[in-house]
């Protein structure tokens, strides 16, 4: 294990004992948690955002999109723990699709 200096403003450092305390635990082993946390909280956001952007493009390139409607039924019937069929895309007509290209590329869409 590495060592890392960190320097705390006073009333921050302060909060952390306070907290540290009242878990139980050292501040270092709070700030430890606290920081692997953080990093994992990130890191999800970071794999979200990556997602979101492959769909995003496939969607520009494709012209195919879910309707919300078509998704939360989806979403509903598995949370009831039933058999579901994904919904079947549907397909933008060629002027939406013309359209939603040239916004990408404007970096307006």
């Known amino acids: ?14 909060r952390l ?34 997602e979101a952007e492959r769909r995003w493009r496939k969607m520009v390139r494709t012209g195919e999109y879910l309707e919300l409607d078509d998704l939360r039924g989806y979403a509903q019937a598995l949370a009831r723990g039933e058999q579901a069929t994904a919904p079947t895309p549907r397909r933008m007509s060629k002027e939406e699709h013309a359209a939603l290209k040239a916004a990408a590329r404007r970096g307006t869409a």
Request: glycine fraction near 2%.
């Open 1 to 14: 294990m590495s060592t890392t200096t960190l320097r705390l403003p006073d009333e921050l450092r302060a």
């Open 17 to 50: 004992a306070r907290l540290a305390e009242a878990q139980g635990t050292t501040s270092h082993a709070l700030m430890v948690e606290m920081l692997a946390e953080s990093a994992q909280q990130r890191e999800a956001r970071a794999a979200f955002e990556a």
